[in-house]
């Protein structure tokens, strides 16, 4: 078994360095592949999670407070049994033991999996909504989510004045919310 450091494992996902990433998928995809398979799944549903639990990771290693505080494989299955946990509870096998591969070693590795799910899914859905927005809503969104002032992106796009910057921004991003809002993987997070 191969083991990452956790400066290899913030450098490859951050960098989206494609030999990384694919070592570490070839890594512990037999892994998580067996888990599937012993708990009511398919090697479909094993890559599927294993490409979920990876953009949950590229979320937290974006993060300067990353730290791993167990071995990188008890991350990633932790992460991996809490997805499997969720779509079994959406599958409705309510009930069902889940079975641990035995070759997972017994390290406690906390992970917050419902915050982090959501977080990954709140934030695919805003790049998702974000680039169907026409060019100007982008452009003014952009200048302001990098703390540009109204004055200053009036002056950058050649508008009449920071109130007009900030009408625009404000119908910009009632108009993404109401998207996002409207997407059934939104209403699944927060009509619980």
């Known amino acids: 078994m191969i083991l990452f450091t956790e400066e290899q494992i913030k450098k490859g996902f951050i960098e989206n360095d494609h030999v990384f990433i694919s070592k570490v998928y070839k890594t512990y995809y037999p892994i998580v592949k067996r888990f599937v398979l012993y708990n009511s799944g398919n090697e479909d549903d094993a890559k599927d999670l294993l490409q979920e639990a990876f953009l949950i990771i590229y979320q937290k290693v974006r993060n300067e407070n990353f730290t791993l505080n167990c ?49 990954t899914v709140e934030y695919f859905l805003f790049r998702a909504y974000f680039n169907e927005l026409n060019k100007s809503c982008k452009r003014i969104l952009r200048l302001f989510l990098n703390k540009i002032s109204y004055e200053e992106i009036a002056k950058i796009l050649n508008l009449k004045s920071a109130e007009v910057v900030r ?25 619980k």
């Open 71 to 119: 071995a990188f494989l008890t991350y990633v299955y932790s992460i991996i049994k809490n997805l499997w946990l969720k779509e079994l509870r959406n599958r409705r096998y309510n009930g069902l033991m889940i079975r641990d591969v035995d070759e997972i070693e017994d390290v406690e590795c906390h992970v917050n999996f419902e915050r982090e799910y959501n977080f």
């Open 167 to 191: 009408r625009r921004k404000y119908r910009c991003k009632e108009s993404l919310i109401e998207k996002i809002k409207k997407d059934s993987r939104y209403l699944e997070i927060y009509s």
